[in-house]
């Protein structure tokens, strides 16, 4: 069995009733004196139960051994008629063999201490505030005039229109600007959307459940997101709902306050799918709705982003900015295939000729 060592000594002062009743007594000075002395010798030294004793705690013997020494020693010097304060207490440590090295590194223990409990605290609040310790982690900046032009229009008005080909940037400038509304505090809520699918009716012929069907679609608007503020921070701004992300069906019956809202790949909405969310927008809201009309997948009906454009220009705190293929910052190449498939020509429907059977030739 091995024997627990104290980590404490008394001291009688019997003897030395006057530096106790100095070092413990109430005031300003008393109190420097005393910190002074707990500090120089790496001790806390304070009164027993027993008034007639002094109690002194510390992580060893050595510590303890020269705390004992020093306060006799300035017992004495007070005895002499000397003067006791946290000067003196420093010069007796010193005269014992307290290492100043060890007491100096003390304080920076201390204060490492200190910064470890603040970052503890931190870390602790940002798993329990996320949202409060957003913040976009690449550097954003238009690429030309119509991009810069375009976050113009998002800062001014309610509604904005980014209309284009794809590779314009349309969505991720979006992205950004919601991203940013939020770490600013002007909105509490982002809202990302897609239309699922450009019938409504595929999503059955999908493998998995209805959050596995949809994932392809909604893909995008994570990537945009987590370019952004990375994929940690995503998660967990998802998790307490300040980001959400859903297809287009399902912002009917609500009304968005406060919240960015962002509706990509617009072109495949129908009218009234259209009407539909942009009659969602509340109190302190903003959209921005991105699409090429050029591209739409719907089969049987007009495009809703088609048909509402040339009805809502000119309509106050509404935007329409209009890429073209030179705005396009994907790549050099995807703007010259753009260029290229950018004709009146009637697409070729089929280039393949159709071959006859012949006596002299197998037929296929």
Same mark, same amino acid.
């Given at each position: 069995m091995t024997s627990k060592r104290k980590n404490s000594i008394t001291i009688r002062n019997q003897d030395d009733d006057n530096l106790a009743s100095f070092?413990?007594?109430?005031?300003?000075?008393?109190?420097?004196?005393l910190a002074s002395f707990n500090k120089s010798f790496n001790v806390d030294a304070r009164m027993a139960e027993r008034l007639d004793r002094i109690r002194i705690t510390g992580r060893t013997q050595e510590d303890m051994k020269k705390a004992k020494e020093g306060f006799y020693a300035l017992s004495s010097a007070l005895a002499k008629g000397g003067f006791v304060n946290d000067n003196k207490v420093s010069e007796i440590a010193k005269q014992v063999g307290v290492s100043q090295q060890f007491v100096e590194n003390k304080a920076d223990v201390i204060a490492d201490g200190r910064v470890r409990r603040e970052r503890q605290l931190e870390k602790k609040d940002r798993r329990n505030h996320p949202e409060q310790y957003v913040e976009i982690i690449i550097d954003v900046e238009p690429r030309?005039?119509?991009?810069q032009e375009f976050l113009t229009d998002i800062g001014d008005n309610d509604v904005t229109f980014g209309v284009g080909p794809a590779g314009t940037g349309k969505t991720f400038l979006a992205a950004y600007e919601a +991203?940013?509304?939020?770490?600013?505090?002007? +909105?509490?809520?982002?809202?990302?959307?897609?239309?699922?699918v450009g019938n409504g009716k595929d999503l059955g012929a999908l493998p998995g459940d209805e959050k596995a069907k949809l994932a392809p679609y909604l893909r995008p608007l994570y990537d945009e997101l987590?370019?952004?503020?990375?994929?940690?921070?995503?998660?967990?701004?998802q998790e307490r709902g300040v980001i959400e992300i859903a297809p287009v069906e399902f912002m009917r019956g609500r009304t968005f306050k406060n919240a960015f809202v962002i509706l990509d790949e617009a072109q495949n909405t129908t009218y009234e799918q259209m009407k539909m969310a942009l009659t969602r927008i509340g109190e302190g809201s903003k959209m921005v709705v991105t699409g090429d009309p050029k591209q739409t997948d719907l089969r049987h009906e007009d495009s809703g982003l088609a048909v509402v454009l040339p009805k809502l220009k000119g309509v106050e705190s509404i935007?329409?900015?209009?890429?073209?293929?030179?705005?396009?910052?994907?790549?050099?190449v995807v703007s010259r295939i753009v260029k290229a498939l950018e004709t009146e020509d009637e697409p070729i429907r089929s280039a393949t000729p159709v071959r006859k059977n012949t006596g002299n030739q197998p037929g296929r």
């Amino acid at each position: 069995m091995t024997s627990k060592r104290k980590n404490s000594i008394t001291i009688r002062n019997q003897d030395d009733d006057n530096l106790a009743s100095f070092m413990f007594a109430d005031s300003d000075e008393s109190r420097r004196c005393l910190a002074s002395f707990n500090k120089s010798f790496n001790v806390d030294a304070r009164m027993a139960e027993r008034l007639d004793r002094i109690r002194i705690t510390g992580r060893t013997q050595e510590d303890m051994k020269k705390a004992k020494e020093g306060f006799y020693a300035l017992s004495s010097a007070l005895a002499k008629g000397g003067f006791v304060n946290d000067n003196k207490v420093s010069e007796i440590a010193k005269q014992v063999g307290v290492s100043q090295q060890f007491v100096e590194n003390k304080a920076d223990v201390i204060a490492d201490g200190r910064v470890r409990r603040e970052r503890q605290l931190e870390k602790k609040d940002r798993r329990n505030h996320p949202e409060q310790y957003v913040e976009i982690i690449i550097d954003v900046e238009p690429r030309n005039p119509n991009q810069q032009e375009f976050l113009t229009d998002i800062g001014d008005n309610d509604v904005t229109f980014g209309v284009g080909p794809a590779g314009t940037g349309k969505t991720f400038l979006a992205a950004y600007e919601a +991203v940013k509304a939020f770490k600013e505090g002007k +909105v509490d809520k982002i809202f990302l959307s897609r239309p699922a699918v450009g019938n409504g009716k595929d999503l059955g012929a999908l493998p998995g459940d209805e959050k596995a069907k949809l994932a392809p679609y909604l893909r995008p608007l994570y990537d945009e997101l987590q370019n952004l503020i990375g994929r940690d921070m995503l998660d967990k701004l998802q998790e307490r709902g300040v980001i959400e992300i859903a297809p287009v069906e399902f912002m009917r019956g609500r009304t968005f306050k406060n919240a960015f809202v962002i509706l990509d790949e617009a072109q495949n909405t129908t009218y009234e799918q259209m009407k539909m969310a942009l009659t969602r927008i509340g109190e302190g809201s903003k959209m921005v709705v991105t699409g090429d009309p050029k591209q739409t997948d719907l089969r049987h009906e007009d495009s809703g982003l088609a048909v509402v454009l040339p009805k809502l220009k000119g309509v106050e705190s509404i935007g329409i900015r209009e890429f073209t293929a030179d705005d396009i910052v994907r790549s050099p190449v995807v703007s010259r295939i753009v260029k290229a498939l950018e004709t009146e020509d009637e697409p070729i429907r089929s280039a393949t000729p159709v071959r006859k059977n012949t006596g002299n030739q197998p037929g296929r």
